[in-house]
């Protein structure tokens, strides 16, 4: 059997040759590159600045996790750039202070108040007098003059042992603990009594209880003498006793009295216990009104003072203080649904950079990470050198 062999020509080896050389060449020119880029010439070359140009890049778990960076980077952005990030130049933020000027000097209320609701007194002696209801002391006594007395004598009202009653408030803590309790001297009573000075004023109530020991009007009178001289728990014993012996018709004077002494001693409670008492007894009295709007006003609750100082205007038109503190309350009503107001939005705001400041620094974090996994082509040099 004959095999022919067919020579190759030198022009037919040439194609072969010229593909095995650029094979050879290839790695010297391409060199290593993951991503490429089209010039404006149109020649196709490798991109050595791409975020994918890695350190290493045959680590396909480096380029996976360079991908998911790239992706959150991008993902961040869109996140940050959406974010409405409060300044310290906002035009609409203005100091507290500066707001509470304005709104005082501009707000029909605080206008009308005059001052400011902190600067108005809760706790004020404002009495029905006993003068006013035509009660008086014996005229004998008021006889007595100042100079003819040697001793004085204080108007005790504890000769009189009274049961255990409800209507006298016995099973109130200051009653009960009247012996632990003391309290300042109330020199405002005297701007009531116009009788001095207070020794002069006792006396002649000790005088009036030795003619009629059991009679409300003394006991009660008795009862301010102890408040002057800032004695608790004579104070409260002639006032117990005031309440027993008085006629329903003028039980509201000694109650008036004892809510009032609860109250400036901090039994608050018990204090608006007596004058709801009165009020339900007397709802046309104007003071009864406006001593529980005080009470209430101590105890916090601003909108129940505002309806009783609201009620005492209604019912004397003339009551000035009554009117006053309406204002007053209505004026910081407002002011404090402005504040509270105010703090929400700060609180908002505090929110928003808290949220702006975690996105932030995840950013850093994702692309100070990202950086380094990248390879520049000073770094591929210097990491060719190292293997």
Known sequence: MRIDVKRTTTNEKTPVLA?????????????????????????????????????????????????????????LKKIIISKDI?????????????????????????LRAGQELTKFSFFET??????????????????????????????????????????TYDHFES????????????????????????????????????????????????????????DYPNAVKCLQRALYYSPKTYMNIPRLSFSN???????????????????????????????IGNIYLTLGELKSSLEWYERASKIDTKFELAALKKHAVACHIKLEAYLEDQHDNLQKKLDQLKDYQSYSDEWFHVSSKFELERSSPKSQTVHKGLL
């Open 86 to 110: 409060p300044t310290s130049k906002d035009p609409n933020s203005a100091a507290v202070s500066s707001y509470q000027e304005k709104f005082y000097s501009t707000d029909a209320d605080c």
């Open 261 to 291: 002494l609860l109250h400036k001693l901090n039994f608050i409670n018990e204090s608006l216990s007596v004058m709801m008492s009165n009020i339900a007894e007397n709802m046309d009295n104007s003071v009864f009104a406006y001593y």
């Open 19 to 75: 593909v095995l050389l650029i094979l050879i060449a290839l790695p010297e020119i391409s060199e290593c590159s993951t991503h490429w880029k089209v010039t404006e010439l149109g020649r196709i070359e490798s991109n050595e600045d791409s975020p994918f140009t890695l350190l290493r890049p045959y680590d396909l778990a480096s380029f996976l996790q360079q991908i998911e960076r790239s992706a959150r980077l991008d993902e």
């Open 175 to 230: 009653i009960q603990s009247k012996g632990n309790i003391t309290m300042y001297p109330e020199v405002d009573f005297l701007k009531s009594i116009f009788i001095e000075p207070e020794e002069y004023f006792g006396h002649l109530v000790h005088l009036a209880l030795l003619t009629n020991g059991t009679s409300w009007v003394f006991l009660t009178m008795a009862s301010q003498y102890f408040r002057l001289v800032g």
């Open 126 to 167: 404002y009495l029905i007098s006993w003068l006013s209801q035509g009660l008086t002391l014996p005229k004998d006594v008021m006889q007595t003059k100042l100079a003819s007395i040697k001793e004085f004598k204080k108007p005790y009202c504890d000769s009189i042992d009274l049961p255990f009653n409800m209507g």
